[in-house]
């Protein structure tokens, strides 16, 4: 048999309310994402899933053509990767999940492989699926479409997730799918864009600094 040489190494986790994750050894690879209210009923395993895609489809451009060792713990999750495929009782929903990281990793030239750890050994990723960010909101779409017809339209949403973003592009505080990248104060294309701002409320003096510092346009949304 041969043996293929492992090139990443993850760790995710998933609680009732979230997942998260990260890519060992590479720095500010944090991830997370919350689940709507309709996943966070579904069973332990599937949000294990769920989880490992997300992280998967957060780092895409990282994996891409490599082979990765993803480590859990979730038991059901690593008998069903290392059995390469699920029971007869399997779930449909579990099924449908297990399936979409198959193909996700088949698109994506990735070879993947799992190991079961304790959950003491796996604790970054456990804190990262239960953090509880209370500045994850948003504003209700219908009013964003006054402002996008008044002042945009915006090109890029710099305070967001791919849950709650308004414009197509976006950044984010932590990697999630399809994120432009993290941190709003170090994209380079800030000049070029019309940018859409609705940040944490603790971060608007240090956006104002900056946009005025800078000449750049923005729309701020910012509390009376």
Same mark, same amino acid.
């Given at each position: 048999?041969?043996?293929?040489?492992?090139s990443?190494?993850?760790?995710?986790?998933?609680?009732?309310?979230?997942?998260?994750?990260?890519?060992?050894?590479?720095e500010?690879?944090?991830?997370?994402?919350? %689940?709507t209210?309709?996943?966070?009923?579904?069973?332990?395993?599937w949000?294990?899933?769920r989880g490992?895609?997300?992280l998967?489809?957060?780092?895409?451009s990282?994996?891409?053509?490599k082979?990765?060792?993803f480590?859990?713990?979730?038991?059901n999750v690593?008998r069903?990767f290392a059995?390469?495929?699920?029971?007869?009782?399997?779930?449909h929903r579990?099924h449908?999940?297990?399936?979409a990281? %198959?193909w996700?990793?088949?698109?994506?030239g990735?070879?993947l492989?799992?190991?079961?750890?304790?959950?003491e050994e796996?604790?970054k990723?456990?804190?990262?699926?239960?953090?509880?960010?209370?500045?994850?909101?948003?504003?209700?779409?219908?009013?964003?479409?006054?402002?996008?017809?008044?002042?945009?339209?915006?090109?890029?949403?710099r305070?967001?997730?791919?849950?709650n973003?308004?414009?197509?592009?976006?950044?984010?505080?932590?990697?999630?799918?399809?994120?432009?990248g993290?941190?709003?104060f170090?994209?380079?294309?800030?000049?070029?864009?019309?940018n859409?701002?609705?940040p944490? %409320?603790?971060?608007i003096g240090?956006?104002i600094?900056?946009l005025?510092?800078?000449?750049v346009?923005?729309?701020?949304?910012v509390?009376?």
């Amino acid at each position: 048999m041969r043996l293929i040489p492992i090139s990443l190494r993850l760790f995710v986790d998933a609680s009732d309310s979230g997942w998260g994750g990260f890519i060992d050894g590479v720095e500010s690879s944090s991830a997370r994402g919350y %689940f709507t209210p309709e996943e966070r009923v579904l069973s332990s395993t599937w949000h294990e899933a769920r989880g490992l895609l997300e992280l998967l489809r957060s780092h895409v451009s990282a994996i891409r053509g490599k082979c990765i060792l993803f480590f859990t713990d979730n038991q059901n999750v690593a008998r069903y990767f290392a059995a390469g495929g699920c029971s007869g009782n399997t779930t449909h929903r579990l099924h449908v999940e297990l399936l979409a990281v %198959f193909w996700f990793c088949v698109a994506s030239g990735v070879r993947l492989a799992v190991q079961w750890i304790p959950r003491e050994e796996n604790d970054k990723a456990d804190y990262l699926s239960k953090i509880i960010d209370i500045d994850d909101w948003k504003l209700h779409p219908q009013l964003f479409a006054v402002l996008d017809a008044r002042w945009g339209p915006h090109s890029v949403d710099r305070f967001a997730t791919h849950t709650n973003t308004m414009c197509p592009r976006f950044n984010s505080r932590f990697w999630c799918p399809d994120t432009g990248g993290i941190d709003a104060f170090s994209q380079s294309d800030r000049s070029v864009c019309n940018n859409w701002c609705n940040p944490p %409320f603790r971060l608007i003096g240090r956006l104002i600094s900056l946009l005025r510092e800078l000449g750049v346009e923005a729309t701020v949304i910012v509390p009376v």
